[in-house]
T-cell receptor, first 109, second 113 residues
Framework: GQNIDQPTEMTATEGAIVQINCTYQTSGFNGLFWYQQHAGEAPTFLSYNVLDGLEEKGRFSSFLSRSKGYSYLLLKELQMKDSASYLCAVTDSNYQLIWGAGTKLIIKP | IAGITQAPTSQILAAGRRMTLRCTQDMRHNAMYWYRQDLGLGLRLIHYSNTAGTTGKGEVPDGYSVSRANTDDFPLTLASAVPSQTSVYFC????????????FGPGTRLTVL
């Protein structure tokens, strides 16, 4: 079966760095997305990786290793507004998007 | 209109009633999607449409139907609602396919009693 694993919940301190991991087992691979979802709101796009390596976008970076079926989202200089759920999603060989259950990130002052 | 709109914002529905959730986008995207989101389960795809006039079944299609008469609109119908369909429903669109970034509507919170 197809599966995406993410930690259910993480806690970090304002100003710190946090890494949210995502591992996947899918039938093929055609790209990996990270979305942010604040409580009671819709998901919004953060990043996309299709090749191995690190993609940096301001305070947020996303890393992909296709051989390991692994990605992480790195958030630097954490702010209270970063408290949200972070969703990992993978497009498989049939171009179907498989979603993880999401990681709830709690930021403490 | 800018992006994707959904209506209603929330709804309480008696079991057995018929309900249509509306979704409209103004980005001229070819692909549209309906998801349900339940606590601890993440987003699950109900139905999708790759282009106007075509639809396909997602992971959890039973009890739901969709139509795509034009590019902009993608309504989701519950023919006879059941309590297990209580959920938050999100409509989304992308330029061409599921390999493209998806843009989500604000969601509809549906409670079936």
């Amino acid at each position: 079966g197809q599966n995406i694993d993410q930690p259910t919940e993480m806690t970090a301190t304002e100003g710190a760095i946090v890494q949210i991991n995502c591992t996947y087992q899918t039938s093929g691979f055609n790209g990996l997305f990270w979305y942010q979802q604040h409580a009671g709101e819709a998901p919004t796009f953060l990043s996309y990786n299709v090749l191995d390596g690190l993609e940096e976008k301001g305070r947020f970076s996303s890393f992909l290793s296709r051989s390991k079926g692994y990605s992480y989202l790195l958030l630097k200089e954490l702010q209270m507004k970063d408290s949200a759920s972070y969703l990992c999603a993978v497009t498989d060989s049939n171009y179907q998007l498989i979603w993880g259950a999401g990681t709830k990130l709690i930021i403490k002052p | 209109i800018a992006g994707i709109t959904q209506a209603p914002t929330s709804q309480i529905l008696a079991a057995g009633r018929r309900m249509t959730l509306r979704c409209t986008q103004d980005m001229r995207h070819n692909a549209m999607y309906w998801y349900r989101q339940d606590l601890g389960l993440g987003l699950r795809l109900i139905h999708y449409s790759n282009t106007a006039g075509t639809t396909g079944k997602g992971e959890v299609p039973d009890g739901y139907s969709v139509s795509r008469a034009n590019t902009d609109d993608f309504p989701l119908t519950l023919a006879s609602a059941v309590p297990s369909q209580t959920s938050v429903y999100f409509c989304a669109s992308s330029e061409k396919s599921q390999t493209d970034t998806q843009y989500f509507g604000p969601g509809t919170r549906l409670t079936v009693l």
